[in-house]
């Protein structure tokens, strides 16, 4: 079973809206990593949080995690064309070295 | 930046051939390299771990003898996809870690698509 699972599988919104993802998982983690990628290409690393942290913000993303319920969420805010993509969480598990296991992802479509 | 490149970009290749993915980091030093495959539309599922020096170590499920491995420099990984078939077409995609403030993230290359006829 998948270790991340997210949602929405698909977002469609306008120019200028926020977008909000979220991914659960199963079990215990060192850290969670958000990525990004374009169609085709490789992935991005977008930001890691790390078990002990609650939020952690990086230009206009904000990410939260609360370990009491295994969920993370990614907020794009004032979102923009550029940054339709398919949106990845990778957990790294406790004891898991610095292995990634992604989620499902979220594709986000930004329409002008 | 981390800097991660993969070379071919895009492959095809006549069933029962063996291709060759290389994965290079630019501008660290990669102790450790993942291989990644991912189909259309899906998440990307670990196939490999490779440590320089030292034999990878597989996913469950991914035969070793049809995904063959080196990690022989600290910013060099090949993948090497042996007698290839129509189900092996896909997006591979490496990654790789290195010391330091280098070992939390993976740094992606731009994936290698595959197309086995």
């Known amino acids: 079973s998948q270790q991340g699972e997210e949602d929405p599988q698909a977002l469609s919104i306008q120019e200028g809206e926020n977008a909000t993802m979220n991914c659960s998982y199963k079990t215990s983690i060192n850290n969670l990593q958000w990525y990004r990628q374009n169609s085709g290409r490789g992935l991005v690393h977008l930001i890691l949080i790390r078990s002990n942290e609650r939020e952690k913000h990086s230009g206009r993303l904000r990410v939260t995690l609360d370990t009491s319920k295994k969920s993370s969420s990614l907020l794009i805010t004032a979102s923009r064309a550029a940054d339709t993509a398919s949106y990845f969480c990778a957990t790294v598990l406790t004891g898991g070295g610095n292995k990634l296991t992604f989620g499902t992802g979220t594709q986000l479509k930004v329409e002008l | 930046g981390a800097v991660v490149s993969q070379h071919p970009s895009r492959v095809i290749c006549k069933s029962g051939t063996s291709v060759k993915i290389e994965c290079r980091s630019l501008d660290f030093q990669a102790t450790t390299m993942f291989w990644y495959r991912q189909f259309p539309k899906k998440s990307l599922m670990l196939m490999a771990t490779s440590n320089e020096g030292s034999k990878a170590t597989y996913e469950q499920g991914v035969e070793k003898d049809k995904f063959l491995i080196n990690h022989a420099s600290l910013t060099l990984s090949t993948l090497t996809v042996t007698s290839a078939h129509p189900e092996d077409s896909s997006f591979y995609i490496c990654?790789?870690?290195?010391?330091?403030?280098?070992?939390?993230?993976?740094?992606f290359g731009p994936g290698t698509r595959l197309l086995v006829l």
């Open positions: 990654s790789a870690s290195g010391r330091g403030g280098w070992q939390e993230t993976q740094y």
